[in-house]
């Protein structure tokens, strides 16, 4: 079983697709931050600007029956104090009808008791055990993004550091342009799927953002490693070496990939929905990183 | 041969140990998978940093007034430098802890201005109508009542507004009333002078039920300083028609003339009765916050997540779900391709499991959702340094060299590459540690602890299972660690 990847013909072609992937995400970010509601790079969630979640099932004795959201909506409008922020619901049936999911801006505790108290007069009786309800104020989210963003930069420039300390620079050089490739074709995934599917990110996103580059470096410190070795040892020129080096570890980093991408579909299929969206992330960082270790960097290292 | 066995025995007592600390102490849970309440309660302060002492002062007033609100099994503790985190578990209703936690509860007792007594009637007069209008709004929505109610309130605003000579800048008519209701407050203050007693010169606070009607008041016991105190006020105005406010939190309470007869010595006997028409909820409350002191900074209270009992059981099952399948088919995965080395990899990661799980209740780490994906995720990286040995191992076998000299030379050659790789997966866990939010937090601890286990178990376990194994001659066909037999000799 020996792999045989033909890296120096299709050099070309990889940076190409490469550069076309960062242009469809740059797209998606510029998209994102000058023609949505939003108008910002990403659509950040609740976590970072604030605002009342929350699900709860309603007791059906068999089915739940079929209730449209805008009833609801106008129901609520007529119990509650607030006129205003009936606005400014964004409410939703899952589930087969069972699963009420809403999303309001900040309410406090009291507010949002009066709200599921009304709910429960317009279509409970509601399970109250298994409420879901979270409340952000809009100052905690600034803090929060502030803190995500600092984190992701502390931890990309310590990354940095260690790997010029380690390899020497044009290694190190391509080693984070791996790294900022992945993180941004991810990031650009989501702006996407902000803007088609309304998907927000919130500080789980930054979380799979950290374990994504720390993952991606050490895949590609395994491949640049072997190249370093193999450029001491063997006979051949500069380029098949490179060539050779990324088939014999190949086997390797695709089996490492599927074997952490095999819990997080486990994750996705059978674990908890507020674990959903980073769960894929990091299946989307992971697939990126793989890519980008096997086939980019060292095509980038390769001489013409 | 000998060490290796040394070896075999310290994983099997590790082993046992573990096993012997899950059941003695079980692993803590998390609330989004046991239920309960969550409240971020965030210090204000308009100037400069909270300091160290500040954060401990609040922390011990929090901490006093939780306890006696009588919440079972509460948690509190600080987060970063200016915030509190507040656990109730179980289904106790945030809502009452956190009307009792987001006051001040600073509380003043002042002496009326000279000279005031008509200014403050006609105050009296407004706070009286205000009270009522909000009342009546209150009513009004409840019952959805008609435009015309809510408008005959709104004139009544405009009355009161043209009598105080202020007008309110809200835009919708509840914050209005609000708005005119903190005015009359703050100009009732203002008609008082500060006296040097205040709630820190209390040591006690209970409450009781009026004799004459239902309405609850709360009684107050000063200290001998303070019950000295509060003598020299009450007979600075006995017999005058100034009054004396008990304020709290800038709202004046209650306002009460001292008797003509208390005019030689003052009030003693050191305690007084706040009766202001208190249910019997509200009287809790104030007896609640009078106890455990006022807050040195305000405090608000910026996040709050509830989950229910139910769904944090579903939560635990579906991680349950999640973690064994993953187990179970990356299992298959390095048994299909790496035969005897895979069941070795299996071996070894069921004993990473177990470490990891057994460290978790020493620690302890409490077990969140977040928490238990980066275990989940840990699971893939464990066996990623199985990976980089075994592939080795492979390499030297196709090399033709022998079992045991592949699986020394496998061993070795991975070592400095899978510490290696480790170091940037630990250093991003070390950053989200220190800057993460607590949900963050368990994520981090959860995927730091399980990289360093795992260089343990990838690295000794495997090796020290694998050796025991090939002492066996039956395992010791090549083809066994081979899954493809088209390499000669």
């Known amino acids: 079983m020996k792999y ?32 949505t509601s939003y108008k910002k790079p990403i659509n950040l969630g ?26 609801v909506l ?77 984190s992701l930069l502390v931890s990309l420039f310590a ?20 790294l900022f490739h992945d993180l941004l074709i991810v990031f650009g995934i989501f702006s996407w799927l902000g803007i088609i599917l309304s998907v927000e990110v919130n500080s789980l996103f930054a979380v799979s953002l950290l374990t994504i580059a720390g993952y991606s470096v050490n895949d590609t410190v395994v491949i640049f490693d072997r190249i370093r070795e193999n450029l001491k040892s063997k006979e051949e020129g500069y380029n098949e070496t490179i060539q050779l080096s990324v088939n014999e570890s190949f086997r390797r980093t695709t089996f490492t990939s599927i074997t952490t991408l095999i819990p997080l579909l486990s994750i ?36 013409n | 041969m000998k060490r290796r066995q040394g070896w075999l025995f310290f994983i099997i007592f590790l082993l046992t140990l573990s096993v012997y600390l899950l059941i003695n102490y079980p692993l803590q849970l998390g609330l989004d998978l046991q239920g309960g309440s969550q409240l971020t309660l965030q210090i204000i302060k308009e100037e400069g940093k909270v300091t160290r002492d500040e954060l401990e002062a609040v922390n011990s007033v929090i901490d006093k007034r939780v306890n006696n609100l009588g919440v079972s099994e509460s948690n509190l503790q600080t987060l970063g430098g200016d915030q509190l985190i507040l656990e109730l578990p179980g289904e106790q209703n945030p809502l009452v802890a956190s009307r009792v936690l987001g006051k001040t509860a600073l509380l003043e007792f002042r002496t009326q201005k000279e000279g005031t007594s008509k200014d403050l009637k006609n105050l009296q007069l407004q706070r009286l109508s205000i009270k009522e209008l909000i009342e009546q709004y209150s009513f009004a929505e409840k019952s959805q009542n008609d435009d015309n109610f809510l408008k005959a309130i709104q004139d009544d605003l405009k009355d009161i507004e043209q009598e105080l000579n202020y007008s309110s800048t809200s835009n919708d008519l509840y914050g209005k009333l609000i708005e005119i209701k903190r005015y009359v ?57 100034q009054l004396l406010a008990i304020i709290l939190d800038g709202e004046s309470i209650s306002e009460a003339s001292v008797g003509n007869q208390f005019a030689s010595t003052g009030i003693t006997g ?48 579906k991680s349950l779900y999640a973690a064994i399948s993953g187990l179970i088919f990356v299992g298959i995965f390095m048994i299909f391709n790496y035969r005897i080395l895979g069941f070795v990899s299996v071996l070894s990661l069921l004993l990473y499991g177990f470490f990891n799980l057994a460290l978790y209740s020493l620690i302890p780490v409490t077990l969140t959702l977040p928490g238990i994906s ?58 989200l540690f220190l800057l993460g939010t607590n949900f963050v937090k368990g994520f981090a601890a959860t995927l730091g602890i399980g990289v360093l286990i795992s260089l343990f178990t990838s690295l000794n376990c495997s090796k020290t299972i694998l050796r025991f194994f090939t002492t066996y001659q039956s395992l010791r066909q090549k083809n066994l660690y081979l899954p493809n037999n088209n390499f000669s000799n």
């Open chain 1, 46 to 71: 609740m976590d970072f600007v604030g605002g009342n979640e929350l699900r709860i099932e309603r007791v059906c004795e068999e089915e739940c029956s079929n209730l449209s959201p805008d009833s």
């Open chain 1, 159 to 178: 990354i940095s550091l260690y790997i010029t300390i380690r390899f020497d620079k044009k290694y190190a050089l391509f080693a984070l342009l791996a």
């Open chain 2, 185 to 241: 407050d703050k100009e009732i203050t203002n008609l008082f002078i500060k006296t040097d007693l205040s709630g820190k010169d209390l040591i006690n606070a209970g409450r009781r039920q009026e004799q004459t009607n239902s309405n609850w008041e709360v009684l107050l016991t000063f200290s001998n300083s303070g019950g000295e105190k509060f003598a020299e006020i009450t007979k600075s105005i006995a017999g005058t028609n």
């Open chain 2, 270 to 317: 050191g305690s007084a009765t706040i009766s202001g028409n208190f249910s019997a909820e509200n009287a809790r409350e104030l007896e609640v916050q009078l106890k455990g002191g006022s807050l040195p900074l305000p405090i608000e209270i910026v996040e709050t997540n509830t989950i229910g009992a139910l769904l944090g059981s579903k939560n635990i099952l």
């Open chain 2, 374 to 431: 980066g275990l989940i995720l840990s699971i893939g990286m464990a066996v990623d340094a199985n990976i980089l040995i075994f592939e080795r191992i492979r390499e030297e076998l196709y090399d033709g060299n022998t079992l045991t000299r592949s699986i020394d030379s496998g061993f070795q050659r991975a070592n400095s590459s899978i510490v290696d790789g480790h170091i940037t997966t630990l250093l991003s866990c070390f950053v």
């Open chain 1, 4 to 35: 045989n990847l033909e890296l120096i013909k299709n050099k070309r072609k990889i940076i190409s697709f490469s550069t076309f992937l960062i242009l469809l995400s740059l797209l998606g970010i510029l998209y994102s931050t000058f023609n």
């Open chain 1, 74 to 150: 106008e129901n609520l409008r007529e119990i509650s104090s607030n006129k205003n922020f009936i606005n400014n619901i964004n409410l939703q049936f899952q589930n087969n009808n069972k699963l009420i999911s809403i999303r309001t801006p900040y309410l406090s505790i009291e507010e949002s008791n009066n709200l599921i108290t009304n709910l429960d007069n317009i279509i409970g009786p509601l399970n109250y055990e298994s409420k879901d309800s979270r409340l952000i104020g809009p100052k905690l989210g600034k803090r929060l993004l502030t803190n995500c963003v600092t």
């Open chain 1, 268 to 303: 996705i299929l059978f674990g908890s929905y507020s674990l959903f969206w980073f769960s894929l992330a990091l299946s989307l960082g992971i697939i990126v990183g793989s890519y980008s270790s096997i086939l980019l960097a060292p095509s980038l290292l390769l001489k």
